[in-house]
């Protein structure tokens, strides 16, 4: 079991806490990239933005049973466990809170 850290929201500041109880409540966590890199299984963390290849633990190394602190705006938000493997969705689904298309389920 591991611990991580993460902000849960899009590149937009003012709708953070918005977006992670959105998020939380549609019992996901998740990040995205500016441009679409793919399935982080697929892409090789070599073809991944500079400041964003830490990313590629999202997919390699966080496993159901372990824990992530949410936090907004530099605030932690809530604590949740990883509850499903990693997935790639090709289109994001705001209207259920999922903004992002890197995603494990969480709860």
Known sequence: MAYW???LHP????GSVKHC??????RYIGLDF????GDLNRTPQS???QHQKDY???AHSMVEGDYVLIIAH?????IVRIAGPYNYIRQCAPEIGVWFRQLPEGR
Do not use: I, K, T, Y
């Not at 109880?21 to 549609?26: G, P, Q």
């Open 11 to 14: 590149n937009e500041p003012g």
């Open 47 to 49: 073809e991944l933005p």
């Open 56 to 58: 590629w633990a999202f």
């Open 34 to 37: 500016e441009h679409d890199v």
């Open 5 to 7: 850290r993460m902000q």
């Open 21 to 26: 109880a959105e998020s939380l409540s549609a």
């Open 74 to 78: 530099h605030f932690p938000v809530a």
